[in-house]
């Protein structure tokens, strides 16, 4: 399984409000920056390749994430056009996934988990299981890809 973590800007425009010149997805949350949250949700569900995609791209993101070593994944990084919408997104990027089964992590939200008590993810090939916010931001899971999707 592979990941896209999808971070547009219109998720964030809040928050430049009240944190004028950082990048929302380095916000520290108790010591640590939202995007690595994320980071560690995929970590233990056993992915071990995530691309963080952005419509407003950020050099500080990439400085600090780097590669993804410190977190034994492999990090890529990807920019969109403003506004592109979630399967536009996933065209673009699948000759990353491949035919993997894909999670994709879209906005800014907070994911509620037990590191302790983590399920691994399954779907069947072709299905498409979401759980989203009211502003279409959240959480989905895709089944095995193809090109013909």
Same mark, same amino acid.
């Given at each position: 399984?592979?990941? /896209? ?19 929302? =997805? /380095? &916000?520290? &949350?108790?010591?640590?920056? =939202?995007?690595? =949250?994320? &980071? ?10 995530? $691309? ?6 950020? *050099? *500080?993101i ?19 056009q403003?506004?592109?919408? /979630? !399967?536009? &997104? ?8 491949g035919?993997?089964? !894909? ?9 509620? =988990? ?6 691994? !993810?399954?779907?069947?090939?072709? $299905? ?11 959480? $989905? ?9």
């Amino acid at each position: 399984m592979k990941c /896209l973590i999808n971070c547009p800007a219109a998720a964030v425009a809040w928050v430049e409000r009240f944190f004028p010149g950082s990048p929302a =997805y /380095l &916000i520290k &949350i108790a010591n640590k920056p =939202y995007l690595e =949250y994320l &980071i560690d949700f995929c970590v233990f569900l056993g992915i071990r390749e995530i $691309r963080i995609i952005t419509d407003a791209p950020d *050099r *500080r993101i990439q400085e600090y994430f780097g590669d993804g070593l410190r977190w034994n994944v492999a990090i890529h990084y990807a920019t969109t056009q403003n506004g592109m919408d /979630l !399967l536009s &997104i996933k065209q673009q990027n699948l000759g990353m996934v491949g035919t993997d089964s !894909l999670l994709v992590l879209h906005g800014f939200f907070w994911l509620n =988990y037990d590191k302790r008590n983590i399920q691994p !993810l399954a779907i069947a090939p072709d $299905r498409v299981m979401a759980e989203q916010l009211p502003d279409g931001f959240g959480m $989905r899971l895709v089944g095995r890809l193809n090109d013909s999707e």
